[in-house]
């Protein structure tokens, strides 16, 4: 014996609403940006950059940069006029504690680490962001 079972649906009803804009044809949008980390002249100092390469959004109040001719990855906090080195500082090299020309930079969220484009070492390095960590 065969049953068949018959359950009532409904969709759900959806309503879109249109909206105009009434955008000019001769409009332009202001194309002004604001300085958040560096400016004005090329320097080792940490309220300057040398040739910034990449940046990582870390949350809506830091972003992280990696400074390529610096040789150094630099944190930056939102309103700060000097940012935190996090990797290199110790000069171009080869060394473990030094970076030569990073490029690109990705946040690891497991390890709480960064990884690093160490381009002219010819390596990827991992370095924690925990200060006295390796």
Known sequence: MNTTTTIPTTAPTTTQQ?????????????QNGVTVAGGNVTSDLTFQLYHPHSVVVVDDQTIIISDQYNHRIIQWKI??????????????GTRLDQLD???????????DSLIICDRWNKRVVRWSRRRGTA
């Open 18 to 30: 249109l909206v105009t804009l009434d955008i000019p044809v001769n409009a332009r949008w202001v």
């Open 101 to 111: 020309a990073p490029t690109y930079v990705v946040i690891d969220r497991e390890t």
């Open 79 to 92: 309103d700060d006029i000097n940012g935190r080195v996090v990797a290199g500082s110790r000069g171009q």
